[in-house]
């Protein structure tokens, strides 16, 4: 099957998996994309397809006493990974500015999204916190660098799992929004000019090997790491927390959500 054909094949896969949730959870799919290494357009030619979906069920549903699951996971197997956050579960992690949902909500690689989505996204951007933003890029960077490019011989895709955080919070630092989540037009603005080349001869080389590719560590990327590494852990440190406490923009949303604030 060619490359196209096989991509058009998991759209229409993915909208039936989409329906089937519909129809099996009884919910509503508000907005669904790719996350993870396709959306971030440094996929490995066996990576899988990290579906991600946010919903919401009836207005009765939020209201009841029972405990209630705020997740759906719906697949994984080799080709695709399937699960969603609940209306309710979102709006508390854009209260707390997560940087997760915000690639979410900006992915180049959009399966579903409805207006009510668009007006749950707009209430979010006011929560957009760049301390708590850049921490995550950081922690992110630090914990995959120290575990994974150390070695003598290294995957090669975890480079792009350390440079794109760091080049997120750089983005960050100087923009002070959300970071855009395609690696290519991060890097086309925040990696540093002498090292443009060497990254763009690794993103080609890491989208022909398979996920557990590995070649010889790239001791000047290191270094330029380590460096960025000590100067986000002392900027992050010195930044004041700039998280948004009210609530009232997002429980207005949730409440016209689920007609009760109208």
Known sequence: MKYKDFEGFIEELVSLKLKEI??????KILHAVESGSRAWGFASPDSDYEVRFIYMR?????????????????ELDETL????????????????????????????????TTPEWRQIYAAAEKYFSRKSAMYHY???????????????????????????????????EKKVS???????????????????DVVNQLLETKKQMTESGKGPRIDHLNTYIENQLIYYKATIDAMDDDRTPDWEILNQVFLNLLGVGQ
């Open 178 to 196: 959300p970071p855009p989540v395609l690696f290519e037009e991060l890097a086309s603005e925040m990696l540093a000019e002498d090292l443009k």
């Open 58 to 74: 009836d207005q009765k549903y939020y209201l009841g006493l029972q405990p209630r699951q705020d997740f759906i996971d719906w």
């Open 22 to 27: 519909e129809e099996t959870e009884h919910v």
């Open 81 to 112: 990974d399937i699960n969603g956050w609940d209306l309710s579960k979102t709006l508390q992690h854009f209260h707390k500015s997560n940087a997760t949902l915000f690639e979410w909500a900006n992915s180049p690689v959009v399966y579903r």
């Open 138 to 172: 950081y922690g992110t960077a630090r914990k995959n660098y120290h575990e994974h490019l150390t070695d003598e011989y290294v995957k090669y895709k975890k480079y792009f799992y350390v440079l794109r955080p760091v080049l997120a919070c750089r983005w960050i």
